[in-house]
């Protein structure tokens, strides 16, 4: 029979049936959904997790690999392990997963429209479970890939969550991710996305905010993401050119 974890400082959030590891996966969970370890942040070592929740290295190695499989955590040879955050390089596309048709995805740029405080309509409130008419912030933005328009992007977030985001907080950060707008600025972390992608053909607005002509065929899609907790964020919907650049995904 497994063991009941005891934790000096949490106490234990799973049923004693699960594997020990996941138990353990479980708890530094916790410890980062609390702000115990920041993104970008190194987390004790394996030996130290282990003299803490009272298991052995091998348990708490299996809960870390997990961890850092998820994009959740980062291993660092000779460095150690830290929170992984949207402000590393390689984490720029993790969300944004448009491509070139020839090359690989360089820099891009965002220009933000507008980035207003109002109300969550009733299919808001439905994506961020939120209640009708709660405050949210909504932002209008077009991203650009070597000065062109590609995506036309409406975000929408929980005012609650993202007080004091403003045009010129974004604007601050036009050319960085968002998300580690979000992260640092709001002590907020996506971690994991769902979306829906279908065809749809530029309206007069996105035409002309993306340099198409109207009725030009576009990529739409609608995205939810989640950060701790399964906790829904934001809800995001994007308009994508694919006359010169694709979707692409990764399917395991």
Known sequence: MTATIQAPTVSPVAPTFLPLYRQI????LRGLEAGEWKPGEAIP?????????????????????????????VRRQG???????????RQQFRFLRLAPDHGEPGPYASRTFECRRGRASAEAARMLELKPGDAVVAIRRVLLFG???????????????????????????EGASIYHLYETDFGTR?????????????DPTA????GVAAGTPL????????????????????????DRHHYTNALY
Do not use: C
């Open 45 to 73: 070592s394996e030996s130290e997790l282990a003299a803490r929740y009272r298991v052995s290295q091998g348990t708490v190695r299996k809960a870390i690999d997990e961890l850092a499989a998820e994009n959740l955590l």
């Open 190 to 202: 996506m971690i994991r996305a769902d979306e829906k992608l279908k065809a749809a053909a530029a």
């Open 79 to 89: 460095r150690g392990t830290f929170v992984a955050t949207h402000g590393e390089p």
């Open 207 to 210: 035409a002309r905010l993306l």
């Open 219 to 242: 990529l739409s899609v609608e995205r939810v993401a989640f950060t701790y907790g399964d906790r829904p964020v934001e809800w995001r919907r994007g308009l994508y050119r694919t």
């Open 147 to 173: 000065g062109e328009p590609i995506v036309l992007e409406d975000i929408t977030l929980p005012g609650a969550v993202f007080k004091g985001l403003t045009a010129e907080r974004l604007a601050e950060h």
């Open 25 to 28: 996966k479980a708890l530094v």
